[in-house]
């Protein structure tokens, strides 16, 4: 058997493997999502949060369920992964112009909520997996019959069966999504200029790099082909009331200020100082190059670059974040003290702004400090319990405070959110054991110890 079945294992594994990647795309983008790293900002958040809410309320999903969630990665993709989450990279975000554009993609992604695409995905995987597997038993039949031959090429026919009905099961799926996110883009007034715009863009670039012509056969696509698509979108969109529909212009605002302030932390402070010279006042601008010397160690140039911010409108809560995140990652925690406390009360205690605020308390080391710290953490996992650092920050102060078994809690919420469950379960076992029984806190490690555990069982059986 192993000598009869050599030939033909090598390029039968090959294309399996081809097929097997392909197919798996969807599975493996939840494992990508939690391995890359989240961009969290307080600013960003509430600008995708406005841009995303008239396409939730036209897809009818409820609002408070649906979260747009930004990975850090230069490519341009978004995505779904299960549940009702928006996966959108750093990436897409540097390379839209406009907002509307990126609500294009936003609307497109919903669409594959709304169609439950990720649930269904097991409908195109097993019909892929039942060529697959026959062509298998028919190779091996014919190879035991001594037709190496023919073993091969049934294996391979049936691999390239198997891959065309996965594809074209995913390239139905994608016109579904098209379908429902231009609808939802009339149904919340807003043009589908962008959305064609966006894909124009990315047919552009496609063509550049040479991997993307229209020549190509469109059963080898996992995605309908970019002219043919672009043009049924087009037919949609231009007749659609919206399309004239001007784009707006205080979101837009919004928007060119998170894309320079994303690039200022994410590019390398000289390709950042050459997009954006100092030459240019613009908000935007002075975003970008703020990080930009913060990253490059010049401080009082970041410094100059928040104020400046700041004398164009001296509340704005993000502008005063700026200044405070530099004074605090400069060593300066007691300066960094005002404009964290002005924004955090501004914002009425946002998390992540007040995060950052209960560390600068906390960095202060000044135990006069400690208790603010512990009500203004308090009060941001309450709101927004995904929040490592946060909790972090809390089991450090519980600790100084000498309240060991709540900085053991901390420390579990923290761990079990980065899949670090054997040390999330001990920490859990250590805050039950100290904890009042009966109690919220002494409830919540019981709820952690039990999914740690859970968890660590799942791993131990997919081993």
């Known amino acids: 058997m192993r000598a009869l079945l050599h030939p033909f294992a090598q390029p039968s594994s090959r294309l399996a493997a081809a097929a097997f990647a392909l197919i798996a795309s969807f599975a493996l983008a939840v494992e990508t999502a939690s391995a890359q790293s989240i961009l969290r900002d307080a600013e960003t958040e509430a600008l995708l949060a406005d841009m995303a809410a008239p396409l939730i309320e036209a897809s009818e999903l409820e609002p408070g369920n649906v979260d747009i969630v930004l990975i850090n990665d230069p490519s341009i993709n978004a995505f779904v992964a299960g549940g009702q989450v928006v996966y959108i990279h750093s990436g897409l975000i540097d390379a839209a112009d406009t907002a509307n554009e990126v609500q294009g993609v936003i609307a497109h992604e919903l669409g594959h909520i709304t169609g439950g695409h990720i649930v269904r995905f097991n409908e195109g995987t097993t019909a892929a997996s039942n060529i697959s597997i026959l062509s298998l038993l028919i190779g091996v039949g014919a190879a035991l019959a001594g037709a190496g031959d023919a073993a091969i090429g049934a294996i391979m026919a049936g691999q390239r069966a198997a891959l065309g009905r996965f594809l074209a099961f995913s390239r139905v799926q994608e016109s579904a999504a098209d379908a429902a996110g231009a609808r939802y883009l009339s149904e919340a007034g807003i043009s589908g200029r962008g959305s064609i715009a966006f894909f124009e863009k990315l047919q552009g670039q496609a063509r550049r790099y040479g991997y993307a012509r229209d020549d190509e056969a469109e059963f080898t696509r996992t995605h309908p082909l970019s002219s043919n698509r672009i043009a049924r979108l087009r037919e949609v969109y231009t007749v659609d009331p919206a399309w004239d529909a001007p784009d707006d212009a205080a979101l837009q605002a919004r928007f060119e200020r998170v894309k320079a302030k994303l690039y200022g932390f994410l590019q390398d402070p000289k390709r950042t100082l050459n997009r954006f010279p100092e030459s240019d006042t613009s908000i935007a601008a002075r975003y970008a190059r703020a990080y930009a010397f913060h990253k490059d160690a010049q401080i009082e140039r970041a410094l100059a670059e928040a104020d400046g911010l700041l004398a164009i409108n001296a509340d704005n809560p993000y502008f005063l974040e700026v ?141």
Do not use: C
């Open 323 to 463: 200044k405070g995140q530099i004074l605090l990652e400069s060593g300066k925690p007691e300066e960094a003290l005002i404009p964290l406390r002005r924004a955090t009360d501004i914002t009425l205690n946002q998390p992540l702004i007040a995060s950052m605020f209960g560390h600068a308390l906390i960095a202060t080391e000044d135990e006069a400090n400690f208790a603010e710290a512990e009500r203004v953490l308090r009060a941001a996992v309450s709101r927004d319990r995904l929040n490592p650092f946060a909790w972090y920050q809390l089991g450090v102060v519980y600790a100084a405070r000498g309240d060991m078994p709540r900085a053991r809690l901390a420390s579990a919420e923290q761990q079990v959110m980065t899949r670090r469950y054997p040390e999330a379960l001990r920490s859990a076992q250590a805050a039950e054991a100290g904890l009042p029984v009966g109690t919220p806190d002494w409830i919540r490690a019981q709820d952690i110890s039990l999914q740690a555990r859970s968890e660590l069982e799942r791993l131990r059986d997919s081993r």
